[in-house]
């Protein structure tokens, strides 16, 4: 194996898979266990007027996330998926997290709600 560029960012890659899932764990845990939504549907560094009616839709989607990107991690580990599967996996769900988590926010934060709340 030729150690160049493709090489070193596989490398980044997968290793900032761990970080990734551990944070995005560690949050759906705080949502179930502890009952904190500080990180609810936070939007320019703001929490909503009611995060906790949102807490369930945010740790779902920390939930699943993390849960693929361990699963990814173990399969990347037992030599099941090659290079081009479990980047693209990976690189989906941490894309899906993202969108997931800013349309909660945006939503969370929505104009037409404050009128309800």
Do not use: Q
């Amino acid at each position: 194996m030729v150690f160049d560029i493709s090489v070193a960012m596989t490398w980044i890659l997968f290793l900032a898979l761990f970080p990734i899932g551990f944070v995005w764990l560690r949050r759906s845990w705080r949502i179930v266990a502890y009952r904190d939504f500080s990180e609810v549907g936070v939007k320019r560094g703001e929490a909503p007027p009611n995060p906790e009616k949102f807490a369930p839709y945010e740790m779902a989607i920390n939930l699943i996330a993390g849960t693929i990107i361990v699963c990814v991690i173990g399969a990347v580990l037992a030599g099941y998926w090659d290079y081009s599967t479990w980047s693209a996996v990976a690189g989906s769900t941490i894309w899906c997290k993202f969108i997931g988590s800013f349309a909660l926010s945006r939503h969370a934060h929505a104009s037409w709600l404050k009128g309800k709340a």
